[in-house]
C-alpha cells in the first residue's frame, strides 16, 4: 500500500520490530546506550507506521468520498 524503500519495513514488519523492542526495553536489562538506541530506532519504526496508517486513511477517504467531480486515480496494487 505504501511505496516503501529497500531498507523500510512495511507496515506489519515495523510493527512487530516496535513490539519487540518495547519487550525488550520493559524488561528493564538494557543498558543505558541500548536503550537509547533501541528509543532511537522505536521512533523510527513508529513513524514507519504512522506513514503508512496515513496513506491508507487517504485512499479510504478518496475511496469513500461523496465527491462526484472527483478524479479517478488508477489503483497501484503493488504499492
Keep these: 500500500m505504501n511505496e516503501e524503500s529497500p531498507s523500510e519495513p512495511g507496515f506489519e514488519d515495523a510493527l512487530a520490530q ?8 520493559e524488561s528493564g ?3 543505558l546506550e541500548d536503550s537509547l538506541a533501541s528509543f532511537e530506532q522505536g521512533i ?7 506513514k503508512s496508517l496515513s496513506e491508507a486513511e487517504q485512499k479510504v477517504s478518496l475511496l469513500t468520498g461523496n465527491t ?6 488508477p489503483f497501484d496494487s503493488d504499492a
Excluded at 516496535?18 to 526495553?25: G, I, Q
Excluded at 523510527?44 to 504512522?50: D, E, G, S, Y
Design 68 to 73: 462526484p467531480d472527483a478524479e479517478a486515480e
Design 18 to 25: 516496535l513490539e519487540a523492542l518495547v519487550e525488550r526495553m
Design 44 to 50: 523510527a519504526l513508529t513513524r514507519i507506521c504512522q
Design 29 to 31: 536489562e538494557l543498558s
